[in-house]
């Protein structure tokens, strides 16, 4: 839903696009503006710029089988380099608002379990197999039928559910809602803050930043995600400037009032030259002889079943928020978008950065009035120009970005009204769709758990027959997704 007019106050007229760049992008047709791209470009930039951080940090940190790291600074360029023709691509071949970037907890399985086991060249060249795999998937048009075969009210609510699973991320990324460090010892296993109390500048940071965003947002103010953001930025320098609260590590120990990943303040440096060594770094055959056949194939087969399922939900989620769905619950050129996420997962394997996937929050500039790739170009450009700019895309932290996370939450979450609750053999999958992926932290674990319950629901009910086909299959492979572990424990 879109939470502010187009620029001119009326609505742009579908039947005559003002030039060839407009019919290209559909700008028009799609009811959008120039200026709601741009803005929704940079929305979507700021709420992800953080993974040019991150990433870098998880893989970094790993050693592989020889005891082997990978170098910061070149995972940082890397990242960015890989995000932004990734995300351009996607603007241009699926003309669609999504943003592409190092998928997190993929990156940790490369980083933690796979690598471990092998060289890092061997690990992404097992990411560069699974993008390759899911290329082929649809291009045989079998991912596209997957995703149709998955009834609409499902989908809706893999968007509320991800709409949730949002809002967490946000909560917790700003330090709103932290683990009780004792909570082996309790049934409460989160909590307000520190000791259940708002006590360090950064989380006031983050409720200030909230309230004017929520202002905005029910005033109906043009670009008001965008305008939280930045104004949550300023704040943070400047409280950064008076206080010197730090990071939320100092010299290896944990600073539980400081800033969660970055820290704001104005770099000293702006311009820096990128690294590129770790591009074309992978081996798609050594892995196979290191380590035998049966540990690479279980690891490309994880990799396979959260990258096809985060993108399919992460896919309805945007198309739902923007109401870019048609009657089947599928956004417009969905072939072309799965293909351009598929080649992403290669690309970030070729780069040694891991699987490149969509990210959610690009609902952020889809809020601020994204309808078509041209936010994608913009998004694009500032991750090119990242890489050189790196001091800059780490100024603004967790606390700012992670406001827009919980607006938009909230505006995914208002879809729940289109489930019939009153239908059992619906409503009960696409509760469990909606409440575990926020409470296991993962996309695929909650649409693994509503495909399953709801063909068990409608076996049980004795309409086997209301199930589509390619659906059993989907339910057999998430079972095996979630037995995965005993498997291994037997097999490996």
Do not use: C
């Not at 059992?424 to 495909?451: H, K, Q």
């Amino acid at each position: 839903m879109a939470i502010a007019p187009p620029d001119n106050g009326t609505p742009p007229d579908p039947a005559h696009p003002r030039n060839a760049f407009d019919r290209f992008f559909e700008i028009t047709a799609r009811g959008s503006t120039p200026g709601r791209e741009v803005r929704g470009g940079l929305a979507t930039f700021f709420t992800m710029a953080y993974i040019v951080v991150l990433n870098p940090l998880i893989i970094g940190s790993a050693v592989d089988g020889d005891g082997k790291k990978l170098a910061i600074p070149a995972l940082a360029a890397a990242t960015a380099l890989v995000a932004g023709l990734m995300t351009i691509l996607m603007g241009v071949v699926g003309r669609f608002p999504m943003a592409l970037a190092a998928g997190l907890g993929v990156n940790a399985l490369v980083a933690y379990e796979i690598a471990p086991q092998m060289t890092w060249a061997d690990a992404m060249g097992l990411v560069v197999i699974e993008g390759v795999l899911i290329a082929i998937l649809v291009l045989t048009g079998l991912r596209t039928a997957v995703f149709r075969s998955v009834p609409t009210q499902l989908k809706t609510a893999i968007g509320v559910g991800i709409g949730l699973f949002l809002t967490i991320i946000g909560l917790v990324d700003a330090g709103f809602v932290r683990r009780i460090p004792d909570a082996a010892n309790t049934t409460v296993p989160v909590g307000l803050g520190i000791g259940g109390k708002i006590v360090s500048w950064p989380m006031l940071v983050f409720v200030v930043g909230l309230l004017v965003t929520i202002v905005l947002v029910v005033r109906r103010v043009r670009g008001a995600i965008l305008i939280g953001i930045l104004a949550s930025t300023v704040l943070a320098i400047v409280v950064e400037a008076v206080a010197n609260v730090g990071p939320s590590f100092v010299d290896g120990k944990p600073n539980p009032k400081g800033w969660s990943l970055n820290v704001p303040e104005l770099p000293k440096t702006v311009v820096d030259l990128p690294d590129l060594s770790l591009l074309g770094n992978f081996n798609v055959l050594d892995s196979w002889t290191r380590v035998g056949w049966l540990v690479p194939l279980m690891f490309v087969f994880t990799l396979l079943i959260t990258d096809f399922f985060d993108t399919m939900g992460t896919m309805v989620a945007i198309g739902q928020e923007g109401d870019m769905l048609d009657e089947r619950g599928t956004p417009p050129r969905a072939k072309e978008i799965l293909l351009v996420d598929s080649i992403a997962a290669a690309a970030g394997g070729a780069a040694s950065v891991s699987s490149n996937t969509s990210y959610i929050e690009s609902a952020a500039g889809v809020a601020e009035g994204a309808r078509t790739g041209v936010a994608n170009l913009v998004t694009g450009a500032l991750f090119l120009l990242a890489m050189f700019l790196a001091p800059l895309a780490v100024v603004v932290p967790f606390e700012a970005a992670s406001t827009a996370l919980v607006v938009v939450g909230f505006l995914m979450m208002t879809a729940v009204r289109t489930i019939d609750w009153t239908d059992y053999e619906i409503a009960i999958p696409a509760f469990l769709t909606i409440t575990l992926m926020p409470f296991t932290y993962s996309i695929s674990n909650g649409i693994g758990a509503g495909v399953i319950s709801y063909v068990v629901v409608k076996l049980a009910k004795g309409k086997a027959r209301e199930v589509h086909p390619l659906l059993y299959a989907v339910a057999a492979l998430f079972v095996l997704y979630f037995l995965r572990g005993p498997i291994e424990s037997v097999v490996l």
